[in-house]
Nanobody
Framework: QVQLVESGGGLVQAGGSLRLSCTAS????????MGWYRQAPGKQRELVAI????GTTNYADSVKGRFTISRVVSMYLQMNSLKPEDTAVYYC??????????WGQGTQVTVTS
């Protein structure tokens, strides 16, 4: 069982920045892909960004150019130029083995206008 813990969420004004961290109970280098997802009230969970073991990244169109995903000791999501529509609970996920994902409990990000 892999435990993932997110941190770094909070309240920020539009245009501001936040950096989310995802700490795992084992080395992140052992995971296949890792990703950040988010779920806003009344909406389905959506992919924000994903990074493979080889470092290839992919982003949702809505965050391209503003968010950056990285993984070193932990996984991170640098979020710049935040917008009110970025408000959501952000979840960390890791593909422990092919097709099997573990999830964190989520961290709230609230962007005010």
């Amino acid at each position: 069982q892999v435990q993932l813990v997110e941190s770094g969420g909070g309240l920020v004004q539009a245009g501001g920045s936040l950096r989310l961290s995802c700490t795992a109970s084992r080395s992140v280098s052992r995971f296949n892909a890792m990703g950040w997802y988010r779920q806003a009230p009344g909406k389905q969970r959506e992919l924000v960004a994903i990074i493979t073991a080889g470092g290839t990244t992919n982003y949702a169109d809505s965050v391209k150019g503003r968010f950056t995903i990285s993984r070193v000791v932990s996984m991170y999501l640098q979020m710049n130029s935040l917008k009110p529509e970025d408000t959501a609970v952000y979840y960390c996920a890791a593909e422990v083995v092919a097709g099997q994902w573990s999830w964190g409990q989520g961290t709230q990000v609230t962007v005010t206008s």
